[in-house]
């Protein structure tokens, strides 16, 4: 508790002051950005290993040198073996149950999330309870009742047996994200280019969805994100078929020539594969993917 | 909850939308707009509707269903020795299979474990919520204010999130190898996954890493709102920092911080892919998700019943949050809309 107080007094006082000290060293912006500093290592010291032993010899794996030693391309190759793992066919189901879920997200979230922040209509409360309910469900509720559905529909291992369950997981995300987006958009510019003579197509496609895009895109980022990040169902419903599993199952399951020794190097570099993307477009659109997760509300 | 919504969803498009906008002439200027709008917005969220009530609605009710009916696989002879088959209604037989097994059933049976399933979720629920609030609130404090590379540490703060669980897990599992850095750094040699204390430690650790920066955000996003004044004019009148914290900055951060608390709570009490990757459920790391997964391809029905005992629990402690905290976060999400 002690050590809360002592932070957060140097936090609060920083933001608080104005007035420029006199003499001396400025504590305050020093502890600020001890603060800071801390913050980053303590967020990016375990990636930075990973990135570390991605690159290091599999004999070196517990070599604990804190910069790059052994390098070595091998964990990659190693990694896309597909006589062990499928990885690289993981990365592709990933990315097309991805896309298809964040696609349908979208076009249906736009219209929902549309109605919810333009129209007036009555039950909205309730419809707005009804989503949030479902952002909270458990997937675990879901998992065996769809496990014995998919099971008589013979769906056990296809695409369709992730896609519409996160479809449906991924339409709260989606509708709350562009709600807020949408609450903030200035509609008095469709309103005025139409008094300008422009058509309600037109209004649309020409001042509001230039507009819209930035929001569109953030919330499909967000989507996107989570259908990729997805594990529970993506370890079950596939029923360990490759051809259909996605990467994180692939992941999880990987398997080195010895299967009693856990091929680490590897498995880092599998992760650095499927993190180095992810940590690039956060990079890009960090500002972006704040104000989306914040103005949702919802955990991604 | 399905019936609500289906009596919910045609009063938005009957009673606002009976009246076709153009045969009224102009009585009722406001009231035409209106009716139109309910009709299109009857059209415009049926999908989405539609679509979660087949993938959330339908299961949940489905699960229910067979929790109360015999396996398929579980044709057998009854406790009074008579012959039944699969399919055949058991009334609450597999409830009582999880919530009762205590005296009745053999040791390493699924059943046997989910009390203590039980006890962990809400283990790691409470210790890991406490953390991710604590150091959140102090990285939110940290990071609020104007400062040099404000984007990149936002950058930064964003990669244990973006990162996915399965990925976190397995990176965290290589750590705390014994072999492991973690041990090297610490200078210790703990069997960090083999012994009950040091692998929930681990899963908490790890899931506090992965999720801190969350909770940081929104707690952000809600002392940005803060107006900078009060604080000048709270240490004019001579608040030190500590007072400024627990008087002004709390009580104003308080809506985002239930919000948070109330996501987290919700969600930690559902995790299943860190422990499962981490130890796949050994030295008293399994969580109730995980039990149900264990059990899913023994007996699906005796499954959903510990998936229907699991929703119900997680809905009763939203339940009880949403009222002891007095979070309205629809009414939040509400006001943010009309905003």
């Excluded at chain 2, 906008?21 to 969220?45: F, H, M, N, Q, Y």
């Excluded at chain 2, 400024?244 to 987290?264: D, E, G, N, S, Y």
Aim: aromatic letters at 12%; proline letters at 5%; one cysteine or more.
């Amino acid at each position: 508790m002690t050590a809360v107080a002592s932070n957060t007094t140097g936090a609060v006082s920083t933001t608080t002051e104005f007035t420029p000290r006199k003499s001396g060293i400025r504590w305050n912006v020093v502890g600020r950005y001890a603060g800071i500093a801390l913050i980053i290592v303590w967020c990016l010291l375990p990636f930075y290993w990973m990135v570390v032993v991605a690159f290091r010899q599999v004999g070196f794996t517990f070599d604990s040198t804190p910069w790059p030693t052994h390098v070595t391309m091998g964990n990659f190759t190693a990694a896309f073996d597909t006589s062990k793992n499928h990885f690289g066919r993981a990365l592709i189901n990933s990315l097309i149950i991805g896309s298809v879920t964040t696609a349908v997200a979208m076009v249906v979230g736009v219209f929902t999330a549309y109605a919810l922040a333009r129209l007036h209509f009555r039950g909205k409360f309730f419809v707005l309870g009804l989503i949030l309910a479902a952002a909270m469900f458990p997937g675990v509720a879901l998992l065996t009742p769809l496990f014995q559905l998919f099971t008589s529909l013979h769906w056990l291992g296809t695409y369709q047996a992730l896609i519409i369950p996160y479809i449906a997981f991924a339409l709260p995300l989606s509708i709350y994200t562009l709600t807020a987006f949408f609450a903030e958009m200035p509609w008095e510019l469709e309103q005025a280019a139409k008094v300008d003579g422009a058509t309600p197509g037109q209004a649309f496609r020409l001042v509001i969805f230039p507009l819209c895009a930035p929001g569109l895109f953030t919330t499909a980022i967000l989507v996107f994100l989570a259908c990729w990040n997805e594990f529970l169902l993506a370890s079950v419903l596939p029923n360990g078929k490759a051809s259909v599993a996605p990467v994180t199952y692939a992941i999880a399951s990987f398997t080195g020539s010895d299967p009693k020794v856990i091929p680490y190097t590897s498995i880092m570099a599998a992760g650095v594969v499927v993190a180095v993307p992810l940590v690039i477009v956060v990079l890009l659109f960090q500002r972006r993917i704040v104000s989306g997760l914040t103005a949702g509300g919802v955990k991604g | 909850m399905v019936a609500d919504t289906q009596a919910a969803e045609p009063a938005v498009g009957t009673e606002e939308g009976l009246k076709p906008a153009p045969s009224k002439g102009g009585d009722k200027p406001t009231r035409k707009v209106r009716s139109g709008e309910g009709l299109l917005a009857a059209r415009l969220i049926a999908p989405a509707i539609i679509l979660m009530l087949a993938v959330i609605g339908y299961p949940v009710v489905s699960a229910i269903w067979s929790s109360l009916h015999l396996d398929k696989n579980d044709s057998g002879l009854s406790a009074s020795g008579f012959f039944q088959k699969g399919g055949k209604w058991v009334g609450f037989k597999y409830y009582d299979y999880w919530l009762n097994c205590g005296n009745k059933c053999v040791v390493g049976t699924t059943g046997h474990d989910f009390y203590p399933a039980l006890q962990t979720t809400v283990i790691f629920t409470i210790a890991t919520v406490i953390l991710e609030v604590i150091l959140g609130m102090m990285f939110a404090l940290v990071m609020n204010g104007t400062f040099k590379g404000r984007g990149l540490v936002r950058a930064a703060i964003l990669v244990p999130w973006a990162i996915p669980t399965a990925v976190t897990a397995q990176l965290w599992k290589f750590m705390f190898d014994y072999q492991g850095i973690v041990n090297h750094v610490l200078g210790t040699h703990i069997l960090w996954t083999g012994s009950p204390t040091p692998a929930r430690s681990a899963v908490i650790i790890i899931d506090t890493w992965k999720t801190t920066p969350f909770i940081a955000l929104l707690l952000l996003a809600g002392l940005q709102v803060i107006p900078a004044d009060i604080y000048e004019s709270a240490r004019v009148d001579g608040a030190n920092a500590w007072q400024r914290f627990v008087q002004i900055t709390l009580p104003l951060v308080k809506p985002a911080l239930l919000v948070a608390v109330l996501f987290r709570v919700l969600d930690v009490l559902r995790i299943f892919d860190l422990p499962y990757i981490l130890t796949g459920g050994a030295n008293k790391t399994t969580t109730l998700s995980i039990l149900v997964v264990q059990e899913l391809k023994a007996s699906p029905n005796n499954a959903s019943a510990l998936s229907t005992i699991t929703f119900i629990f997680i809905f009763l402690v939203a339940f009880v949050l949403v009222k002891a905290m007095g979070v309205n976060v629809v009414q939040t999400q509400q006001r943010a809309v009309k905003k």
